[in-house]
């Protein structure tokens, strides 16, 4: 079954504490990318990827990282979290650009995230 | 000020009737155009996507573009308890998708 997944679903962790959200497609799609999801603000983009060992900043990229060492993983760390990284995060991918035309992004079940 | 914006809603509708959805959009470089469904706590599914101005149906479904006034709508006819949801419009350029808030569609019996 074609699909996005990513662990852990719900985390609760502390001030400080480093983290990684996995993010894994079997698809085969060159192009990844992280959202978070907060009330009022609607989805917005943390970093993306366009293919392996290429990556770059979303609107939302302060206090985040992201790698691309193989094509179908691309995890989302944070170094140090703070409580206003509270939030929904998805992870979505595509498979790439045709005729100038963006293709459908796939998007995971999603991570709910509480940084205390 | 957002790049893109939608009505918060909530929308209702009765069943049956039409649901028309509004999404207006700052850069007119934009190329690519979506409309997705998310229930709540669910992640977002694609419903519609366009291109080119004018209408694109599917199903129950019919997207509007209008480039030149910077918007793009989302009709849903016969509309149905399922389909109570909040729907995303989302914007391109490739890559770098600027999705609305949402607005809330309720579907009332």
């Known amino acids: 079954e074609a699909q996005v997944t990513q662990n852990p679903r719900y985390l609760i962790t502390v001030t400080g504490k480093k983290l990684t959200v996995t993010c894994s497609q079997n698809?085969?799609?060159?192009?990844m990318s992280w959202y978070r999801q907060d009330p009022g603000l609607g989805l917005r983009q943390i970093y993306y990827s366009m293919n392996v060992e290429v990556t770059d900043k979303g609107d939302v990229p302060e206090g985040y990282k992201v790698s691309r060492k193989e094509k179908r993983n691309f995890p989302l760390i944070l170094e140090s979290p703070s409580p206003n990284q509270t939030s929904l995060y998805f992870c979505?991918?595509?498979?790439?650009?045709?005729?100038?035309?963006?293709?459908?992004?796939?998007f995971g079940p999603g991570t709910r995230l509480t940084v205390l | 000020q957002k790049e893109v914006e939608q009505n918060s809603g909530p929308l209702s509708v009765p069943e049956g009737a039409i649901a028309s959805l509004n999404c207006t959009y700052s850069?007119?470089?934009?190329?690519?155009f979506f409309w997705y469904r998310q229930y709540s706590g669910k992640s977002p599914e694609l419903i519609m996507s366009?291109?080119?101005?004018g209408d694109k149906e599917d199903g129950r479904f019919t997207a509007q573009l209008n480039k030149a006034s910077q918007y793009v709508s989302l009709l849903i006819r016969d509309s149905q308890p399922s389909d109570s949801a909040t729907y995303l419009c989302a914007v391109g350029p490739w890559g770098k998708l600027q999705f609305g808030a949402g607005t809330q569609v309720v579907v009332t019996p």
């Open positions: 979505a991918s595509s498979l790439s650009r045709s005729g100038g035309q963006t293709d459908t992004q796939y």
């Open positions: 850069d007119r470089g934009s190329q690519s």
């Open positions: 366009i291109y080119s101005n």
């Open positions: 698809m085969n799609h060159e192009y």
